[in-house]
């Protein structure tokens, strides 16, 4: 080969390699994202203890898990994930419910509950002024009560929740451990309960992480009657995605 030809060859050679540097990527493959740009996926969010959130966006007010509110806006919208008395609680409901406030659940806590409610169980989409919804499953593996029965039995129903809010996706696991049907989601934004009591230890959810794939996950089943604070930093030393822990609104 020539002289000439050889340099050739090794130039276009080494376009791609120069092309692969200069994209940036994590650990999964994804593009990399400043602080700024996490701090703007939630910015809509409100941490108001234990599993409990407001999102505000697109000209509603949406809660997920009401529990133990000190006050707030009233609702448009209320998810509730499941029909244990921390996470469906009529009185913090009332706090928060309009005559036009929709409330959308399982069958147990709609149960519990008065209002415009939806009743929706693991594999549901449906949407509600104007917020895409999907459900998921939410549910013990390891974890017991008793042996061979879980705090959150598969069979029960219970649920997690994928919303479309503010052009973002944001999935709420509710409670739960690391389950097979978290792979891949890839939303923008990944609640994950850390605590290791009822729910996922913060190692498990570190596992859940690396799962999902999440633009970036946030912390929670703490900040409330169950659970300790240090967890969420734990999670967030070890985890493969980036992790912002939420200040804690009460």
Not at 7 to 36: D, K
Request: charge should be positive.
């Amino acid at each position: 080969m020539k002289g000439r030809d050889r340099r050739r060859t090794a130039w276009l050679w080494g376009v791609p390699l120069i092309l692969v540097g200069l994209i940036p990527f994590s650990a999964h493959g994804s593009s990399t994202a400043g602080p700024e740009d996490l701090k703007a996926l939630v910015s809509s969010l409100h941490w108001l203890g234990h599993d409990s959130f407001r999102i505000d966006g697109d000209g509603l007010v949406l809660y997920i898990d009401p529990f133990q509110l000190k006050g707030g806006p009233k609702a448009d919208l209320i998810l509730i994930t499941h029909d244990h008395m921390d996470h469906c609680s009529p009185a913090d409901v009332a706090k928060i419910q309009k005559p036009d406030t929709i409330i959308v659940t399982v069958a147990q806590a709609a149960a519990k509950l008065s209002g415009q409610i939806k009743i929706v169980k693991p594999g549901d989409a449906l949407t509600v002024k104007g917020v895409s919804i999907k459900t998921l499953p939410a549910y013990n593996l390891n974890k017991f009560r008793s042996p061979g029965v879980p705090f959150h039995p598969k069979e029960s129903g219970y649920v997690g929740f994928l919303i479309q809010v503010k052009g973002r996706t944001i999935y709420h696991a509710g409670d739960t451990d690391f389950i097979p049907e978290m792979k891949g989601l890839a939303p923008d934004v990944a609640l994950l309960p850390v605590s290791g009591i009822y729910v996922m230890t913060w190692e498990e959810a570190v596992e859940a992480a690396n799962a999902i794939r999440p633009k970036v996950a946030v912390p929670m089943h703490i900040g409330g009657p169950i659970g300790e604070m240090s967890s969420a930093d734990r999670f967030k030393e070890k985890a493969a995605v980036p992790v912002w822990i939420l200040p804690l609104e009460k």
